[in-house]
């Protein structure tokens, strides 16, 4: 077995550069780390602050809204009872002062017979046919005193209050009823008042 083979020593190449160095990263130190995680925290803050207080203001108008809203559908109702009660207090008013004026006239004849005269004035003379329409209670009283009209017919009406009359003629109709004296004389004192 002579067949041995020669070792021979590899080659040895020289060693592979050294690799460039790498540039060094800049690591943020714990300090800037916190500092960076609090200006974060503290932009995410003011932006959130920022949205809730927009979202808030929009929720505070919605709401006002909403309660002009319900204020409006309360005062519109108590206009109207306003109006109403104001309305029933004048009718009150008439009433009571028609009651109070009824009694006067039963009282005093004479307040009755110058107003029957002043409703004939207003017709006016030239009327063919007057019919005066009076409470049979007061045409009983006021009778006497009225016969001496010339043209006039009494009648009496068992729907008119004590003091009331009404005068038709040809072209003319008096309502001489307490109301609508009373109501004529509320109404030229409201329309002074509203001067």
Same mark, same amino acid.
């Given at each position: 077995?002579?067949?041995?083979?020669?070792?021979?020593? !590899?080659? @040895?190449?020289?060693?592979?550069?050294?690799? !460039?160095?790498?540039?060094?990263?800049?690591?943020?130190?714990?300090? #800037?780390?916190?500092?960076? #995680? #609090?200006? %974060?925290?503290?932009?995410?803050?003011?932006?959130?602050?920022?949205?809730?207080? %927009? %979202? /808030?203001?929009?929720?505070?108008?919605?709401?006002?809204?909403?309660?002009?809203?319900? &204020?409006?559908?309360?005062?519109?109702?108590?206009?109207? &009872?306003?109006?109403?009660? /104001?309305?029933?207090? /004048?009718?009150?008013?008439?009433?009571?002062?028609?009651?109070?004026?009824?009694?006067?006239?039963?009282?005093? !004849?004479?307040?009755? #017979?110058?107003?029957?005269?002043?409703?004939?004035?207003?017709?006016?003379?030239?009327?063919?046919?007057?019919? &005066?329409?009076?409470?049979?209670?007061? @045409? %009983?009283? &006021? /009778?006497?005193?009225?016969?001496?009209?010339?043209?006039?017919?009494?009648? !009496?009406?068992?729907?008119?209050?004590?003091?009331? @009359?009404?005068?038709?003629?040809?072209?003319?109709?008096?309502?001489?009823?307490?109301?609508?004296? @009373?109501?004529?004389?509320?109404?030229?004192?409201?329309?002074?008042?509203?001067?």
């Amino acid at each position: 077995m002579n067949d041995a083979v020669r070792w021979a020593a !590899p080659e @040895l190449a020289p060693p592979p550069p050294p690799p !460039p160095p790498q540039p060094e990263l800049n690591m943020p130190s714990v300090e #800037e780390v916190q500092a960076i #995680e #609090e200006a %974060a925290h503290a932009e995410g803050y003011a932006r959130g602050h920022a949205e809730g207080a %927009a %979202a /808030g203001q929009a929720e505070i108008r919605r709401i006002a809204a909403q309660m002009e809203g319900i &204020l409006d559908a309360f005062t519109r109702p108590l206009a109207r &009872l306003d109006a109403e009660v /104001g309305d029933a207090l /004048g009718d009150l008013a008439v009433r009571i002062a028609g009651a109070l004026l009824g009694r006067s006239y039963a009282a005093d !004849p004479e307040l009755l #017979e110058a107003l029957v005269r002043e409703a004939l004035d207003i017709a006016g003379s030239d009327q063919r046919q007057v019919e &005066l329409r009076l409470h049979p209670d007061d @045409l %009983a009283m &006021l /009778g006497p005193h009225l016969l001496t009209l010339d043209g006039v017919r009494l009648s !009496p009406d068992a729907n008119l209050a004590r003091g009331d @009359l009404r005068l038709h003629a040809d072209s003319v109709r008096i309502d001489g009823s307490l109301s609508s004296r @009373l109501n004529a004389a509320l109404q030229r004192i409201a329309a002074g008042g509203e001067r």
